[in-house]
Nanobody
Framework: QVQLVESGGGLVQAGGSLRLSCAVSARTFSRYAMGWFRQAPGKEREFVAAISRSGGGTYYAGPVKGRFTISRDNAKNTVYLQMNSLQPEDTAHYYC???????????????????WGQGTQVTVSS
């Protein structure tokens, strides 16, 4: 059983930064592509960022490109999401997800992912 636990959310003013972390309990963490998704009240869950098993490939949603950075530390079984220049429209519940993959690719669709965390709330005030 793979478990994911997110942390690092909170309340920040517009223009500020937060770093989310996702600790993964998996013996073979390096075999999982990892992704971050978010869901705002009344909206569908949307893709934010993904990183391949090795960390060599990353992919971002348009609205966060250039502001957010996804990274991973396979030695610590942890994936990160550095969020800079936060805006009120970034307010959402952020979820970490894991996908066991045979290839070193970065899936962007929620249905690709096998395991999900409970999420962490990010609120950006104007």
């Amino acid at each position: 059983q793979v478990q994911l636990v997110e942390s690092g959310g909170g309340l920040v003013q517009a223009g500020g930064s937060l770093r989310l972390s996702c600790a993964v309990s998996a013996r073979t963490f390096s075999r999982y592509a990892m992704g971050w998704f978010r869901q705002a009240p009344g909206k569908e869950r949307e893709f934010v960022a993904a990183i391949s098993r090795s960390g060599g490939g990353t992919y971002y949603a348009g609205p966060v490109k250039g502001r957010f950075t996804i990274s991973r530390d396979n030695a610590k079984n942890t994936v990160y999401l550095q969020m800079n220049s936060l805006q009120p429209e970034d307010t959402a519940h952020y979820y970490c997800a894991a996908d066991l993959r045979l290839t070193d690719t970065s899936p962007t669709t929620s249905s690709d992912y096998d395991y999900w965390g409970q999420g962490t709330q990010v609120t950006v005030s104007s």
